[in-house]
């Protein structure tokens, strides 16, 4: 849960306060939990809805969305190099590390929750209040967003 709050956030400050007015918020209304999802993705609501008061979060504007073939270009569709291929090699992870920071709020709240915390596309959309098929299609784009930033921070497969 750190960990997606830091991601959230963007600051390892601010996700500790995240985190305890996560289980402050977490203890008071332990007694409204359902048992409709799991106690993870519970918690992990939580810690979004707490992450989005610290007042370091999204505009509220809509952010304009790029068309999928430019974004599939920069990520490399079609290219001999493969951007997940990073993942294996051990300045990889750094590079990842540098790639995720930069990524949006949104971006990065996708990746963390599905890709790191394993959450299921259904606990991810109960966690951040979306429909699975927002969720799908904001991941599929936060991937590809992930792809691009390793290729602009020079990433070359086999390299």
Avoid at 47 to 66: D, N, W
Avoid at 88 to 93: I, L, W
Avoid at 104 to 126: F, H, I, N, Y
Wanted: hydrophobic fraction near 45%.
């Amino acid at each position: 849960m750190l960990r997606f709050a830091t991601a959230v956030t963007g600051s390892a400050a601010t996700a500790e306060d995240v985190m305890q007015e996560t289980f402050l918020a977490a203890y008071r209304h332990a007694g409204d939990f359902r048992g409709d999802a799991s106690v993870k993705s519970w918690l992990m609501t939580i810690t979004f809805r707490q992450a989005l008061k610290s007042g370091r979060k999204r505009s509220g504007e809509p952010k304009e969305m790029e068309p999928l073939d430019a974004l599939g270009a920069a990520a490399g569709w079609g290219a001999e190099e493969d951007p997940a291929a990073a993942l294996d090699r051990h300045e990889g992870r750094a590079m990842l590390r540098t790639a995720m920071e930069g990524l949006s709020e949104e971006d990065r709240t996708m990746l963390v929750l599905r890709d790191l915390e394993g959450l299921s596309g259904k606990e991810v959309a109960q966690a951040l209040d979306l429909s699975l098929a927002a969720v799908k299609s904001r991941l599929h784009r936060s991937r590809l967003h992930l792809a691009a930033a390793l290729r602009r921070l020079g990433y070359q497969h086999g390299a």
